[in-house]
């Protein structure tokens, strides 16, 4: 058996905390782990993904445990299942045994204890899975990685993504892509594009920041001859340039509004006219754009049409930052590690456990990009065939004690609620249209809680 062996983990945990924590413990020891909160929930899983090893807390109280249990083994018959059972709860354990775990653990157990039990569980289904990509002949990845080529992840939100886009792809609606910094948006513009039925076609981009207004409406819709100084052809613009295929706008946030409205009326009229002419020019493209900025704020502040908001806003591709699916930080280490280390020519390994640990500690507030700098700084720089922490660019964050008052049970409703509204507040630095976004209320509602707490001019900067 080999050390350090590492696989898919699925684990069904009701209990959030608990859920997390296993999650942590488990990719930080670079396991692919997906989570489900219950049964139902982990065999829906089961449609897309394989785990090797399922890790079930046995809820008397829930439904849908056992019943779990006995599809998911017939349907993974070379899976370990390990079932966690409340101290105490014999019953439950007893007919978890019955309905096919193949082990029992307490739901205390040690982290430590865990790690090695999750990997001991692995020579089973590992074995399996080399013997059916043996007999098939097919590469040992996983079917999850390759489902986009080059584009990593294994995390639940990201195989979400994948599916929304699988579908998006196929029409020619237009795509909204938008995350932070470096998640990726052009990554999965591109995938939207090879995905597409005009994968044959041009992909022609254009980062909308990097043009001055002027330009950047004749570099789009083209231009006649002589109609402006300088203009001494007529010249196609990147719209007529895509015919056929798809046009990428980058950055579609800084699109002054004057370009907005013209492409506004190509969304709806699927024509242009050149900049100086007032022939009417037909073309197939197919728009997919890009931000990093929430566009309703910037409706809400007239920078970018409502109209043209709404219109984009009917296929969105959310990408996640890269600390909410921490389960890709150890793939994606992987990933940049063979990229880089095949680059220069370095025989490097892997990570050291620490290394690891640290990687899917750290927030990444630059995300994928910053970690891709990192490993490849990490490769260049480290002298042994494993990385470790000192090789990397990065700082261990420290971890912020949650405030005792939000102990459970004692703690109140009301404290809850003022608790997750300040601390959203505080993530989204005070803009209340983001907060009421991710919590699901009404900007109302924050106002008026704000006023009611005494908070209402400190807490925020646009409520005025
Ligand atoms: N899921 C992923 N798998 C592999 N590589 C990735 C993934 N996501 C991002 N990358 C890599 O990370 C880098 C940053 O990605 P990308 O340029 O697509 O981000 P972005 O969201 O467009 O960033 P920005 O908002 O700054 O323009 C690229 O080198 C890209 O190849
Ligand atoms: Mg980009």
Redesign the pocket.
Known sequence: MAQGQTGRILIVESDRARQTELERQLSAIGHVVETAPDGFAALEHLEHSMPDVVLLALDPERKGGFDFLQEARALLPAASFIAMAETGSTDTAVKALEFGADRLLTRSVRPDALALIVERSLDKPLLARDAMEARSGAAATLPTIALMD????VHPS?QRLFNRLLQAAKSRSTVLIQ??????????AKAVHEHSLRSEGPLVRLNCAALAESVLESELFGHEKGAFTGAVTRRRGRFEQADGGTLFL??LSEMPLSVQIKLLRFLQERELERVGGNETVKVNVRVVA?T?RDLKSLVEDGKFREDLYFRLKVVVLD?PPLRARPS?IPL?AD?FLRLYAGENDKIVRGFTQEAKEALVAYPWPG???EL?HAIEQAVVLCEKDLIDTEDLPIEAPEREAEPLSLLVPGVTLAEVERYTIMRTLEAVGGSPTKAAAILGISKRTIHYRLEEWGVAKSGSKSSG
């Open positions: 080059r584009v990593v992840g990201m995350g932070e910094t470096g998640t990726g948006k052009e990554l999965i980058d950055e890009a990093n990408v890709d994606l990933h995300n994928v990009r891709q």
